[in-house]
């Protein structure tokens, strides 16, 4: 499932939204037009009275369980865009805390994570930075004898926020967790085919207005899971702008 979402989420987001609207309306179409065939031969009661209390249960728990995932990643989002600006200010403390001969490492640093931004979206966003921080780590020295503690300190934050942003890479929702949202939601369609009206076009005008919200919901969390992708993406802006001040 995580690849899934991963391949979804490099896509624009209108295509995204495109292929996760087609698939479910196809769904609720077929599921639609299959139990309208098979209605009679079920036996089921016209006015099918026994299906709202139970389209109330399962859309509550989807309501509940995308409620709870699509919190969960905002959250994660903006924690990443935090992070990215506390990795930004980390730099420059740091450039001021060394002597000045190896500060251009510190500059280096800044430019390996910019370098290697793009391969975020997926997990391999690396690069050479680790090496470069591990140098820096074995050989800096702080620009007064007594403030070795703050030169400790600034490292130790930016190790921090590394692993943090390396962290985000990955995707924020367990594969069951992916697997109960599509199996659920699918169930609701499911058991939105019961309800029988006369007409079939108002039948599957009903179904459809499910699934366009379902989708609509499903596309919303895809957005947010791998916050250096698609167009929820989180830009080095910030670390950029530090370069920029650090070698004007």
Not at 5 to 27: H, N, Q
Not at 107 to 122: E, F, K, T
Not at 196 to 204: A, K
Request: proline share 5%; hydrophobic share 55%.
């Amino acid at each position: 499932m995580s690849r899934l979402v991963l391949w979804l989420s490099e896509l624009p987001a209108w295509l995204a939204f495109a292929v996760i609207l087609l698939t479910y309306e196809l769904f609720a179409a077929g599921v639609t037009l299959v139990a309208r065939r098979a209605y009679d031969r079920w036996k089921f009661p016209r006015g099918a009275s026994f299906v709202p209390p139970w389209l109330q249960l399962v859309g509550g728990l989807n309501a509940l369980l995308f409620a709870f995932v699509i919190v969960s990643l905002w959250s994660t989002l903006h924690a990443a865009e935090a992070n990215v600006d506390d990795e930004a200010f980390t730099l420059r403390m740091l450039y001021h805390d060394v002597v000045p001969a190896q500060r251009p490492m510190v500059v280096d640093y800044a430019r390996s994570i910019v370098d290697a931004w793009p391969m975020l979206c997926g997990g391999a966003g690396a690069g050479a930075g680790g090496v470069l921080l591990t140098r820096i780590e074995r050989e800096g020295q702080p620009v007064q004898k007594n403030a070795r503690s703050d030169l400790d300190r600034d490292l130790a934050t930016l190790e921090d926020l590394r692993a943090r942003r390396l962290h985000a890479t990955v995707s924020g929702v367990p594969d069951e967790l992916w697997l109960g949202l599509v199996v659920l939601s699918g169930i609701l369609i499911v058991m939105t085919s019961f309800i029988h009206p006369e007409r079939s076009d108002m039948h599957l005008a009903l179904a459809g207005f499910v699934a366009l919200s379902i989708a609509l919901l499903l596309w919303v969390a895809v957005s947010l899971d791998f916050p250096f992708c698609g167009g929820t993406t989180v830009l080095p802006l910030p670390i950029q702008e530090t370069i920029d001040a650090l070698t004007s």
